[in-house]
Every structure is written in structure tokens, then in C-alpha cells.
T-cell receptor, first 116, second 115 residues
């Protein structure tokens, strides 16, 4: 049973550039959430995708955008990178709907983004 | 606003002792409370969770308690082992159509278990 996978593992970008991060959800899951985790902090919710649509968004600027594909995988795009965007970006997958296990979110290993 | 406070920020115990981590949430509409363990260089791992209609849940050496009135929930680890050393996060999920899956995380507790 494949867990949540993310790519790349590490990424170094220059201020002002754009970046795309990728996530494949756990087998059987159809919902993907993205979180940003700054060093020494808890994850902060960016947005959630379900049925290829952004279902909910956290307090992040429009520079952060995403997409979900028909196979449930997802991308996170960040434009006009700032130094403060340096963080671990986590993808979490879950089941949509209201079933017993729909609340459980399983995280991938993350992508470490460094902006210089 | 939505907020989860977690204490302590660091916790050091001797192997075999118990460890307790406490969290307080602000939004009374929260209905699901997971706990995650994060080891260095890895993503958070779901270790136990509890829903708002349950007061306590146990899984081997770990247990979680929930006090909805006080908006408190706690993680209890008994018979701690060195491999329990990690950062632990509590989280709360908001209930309602406009909050379909957002988790609000605490600041984390670094647990060190000394052999």
C-alpha cells in the first residue's frame, strides 16, 4: 500500500523565481491538502483539493496556487518567491466525504524549499 | 480566531516514565483532534486521534483524553522508550461546511527520552 509521496525532496530557488511541488496521495485517497511548516513551528494549512477543485484555503496570498489532476495527484505552485517562503512543504491525503475515516490526514515526507 | 496552544514546548523524561502533553483549542466547533509524531527529516505521522463524541481513547502505550467543556485535550505516553523521542504535534479540525478538512496545529513539543 503506497503512502503519500512528494517530489522533489529538496529544492533551492532564487528570490523572484517560481516553483512547482508535486504530491501523490495514499492509495484510495481522493483529497489532498497542502501545508507549510516553518522551522520549529507546526504546519500551517495552505489549501485543500477535492474533485479537482480548491475546496478550502488558508491565509496565504494568491502567489500560492494549486491543481489537482484526475488521478488525484496534486501540484503546489508558488510564484515570485520570497525569502520567507523557505520552509518544509507538506502534502496530506485523506478520503473525501463524511465516512468514518474521512477526517484522517496522512502526510508525505515533505519538500524542503530554500529561497536564497 | 482559530488557535491551538500546546504545552510544554520541550519535555525530557527517563526511559520507562510517563509523558503528558497538553493542548487547548479556541473554536468550540472543533470536532476531531489528531496527534502527530514527527521525526527529524520526516513528515508528521498520525499516531492517535479522538473525535468530539468520545472522552478517551487508548492504543497500547499511548492514550488521548478530551475535555470538551474546558476545550482541552492531552496525549499520554506510558513506559516511554528512546524511540519515542521526537516532536509531537496536536491539531484540531473545525466542523462545518466551510471548514471541511482544515487542521489547526499546535506549536509542537520536543520529547526527549533518556536511556
Amino acid at each position: 500500500d503506497a503512502g503519500v509521496t512528494q517530489s522533489p525532496t529538496h529544492l533551492i530557488k532564487t528570490r523572484g523565481q517560481q516553483v512547482t511541488l508535486r504530491c501523490s496521495p495514499k492509495s484510495g485517497h481522493d483529497t489532498v491538502s497542502w501545508y507549510q511548516q516553518a522551522l520549529g513551528q507546526g504546519p500551517q494549512f495552505i489549501f485543500q483539493y477535492y474533485e479537482e477543485e480548491e475546496r478550502q484555503r488558508g491565509n496565504f496570498p494568491d502567489r500560492f496556487s494549486g491543481h489537482q489532476f484526475p488521478n488525484y495527484s496534486s501540484e503546489l505552485n508558488v510564484n515570485a518567491l520570497l525569502l520567507g517562503d523557505s520552509a518544509l512543504y507538506l502534502c496530506a491525503s485523506s478520503l473525501g466525504g463524511t465516512g468514518t475515516h474521512s477526517y484522517e490526514q496522512y502526510f508525505g515526507p515533505g519538500t524542503r524549499l530554500t529561497v536564497t | 480566531g482559530e488557535n491551538v496552544e500546546q504545552h510544554p514546548s520541550t519535555l525530557s523524561v527517563q526511559e520507562g516514565d510517563s509523558a503528558v502533553i497538553k493542548c487547548t483549542y479556541s473554536d468550540s466547533a472543533s470536532n476531531y483532534f489528531p496527534w502527530y509524531k514527527q521525526e527529524l527529516g520526516k513528515g508528521p505521522q498520525l499516531i492517535i486521534d479522538i473525535r468530539s463524541n468520545v472522552g478517551e481513547k487508548k492504543d497500547q502505550r499511548i492514550a488521548v483524553t478530551l475535555n470538551k467543556t474546558a476545550k482541552h485535550f492531552s496525549l499520554h505516553i506510558t513506559e516511554t522508550q528512546p524511540e519515542d523521542s521526537a516532536v509531537y504535534f496536536c491539531a484540531a479540525r473545525l466542523h462545518g461546511s466551510s471548514n471541511t478538512g482544515k487542521l489547526i496545529f499546535g506549536q509542537g513539543t520536543t520529547l526527549q527520552v533518556k536511556p
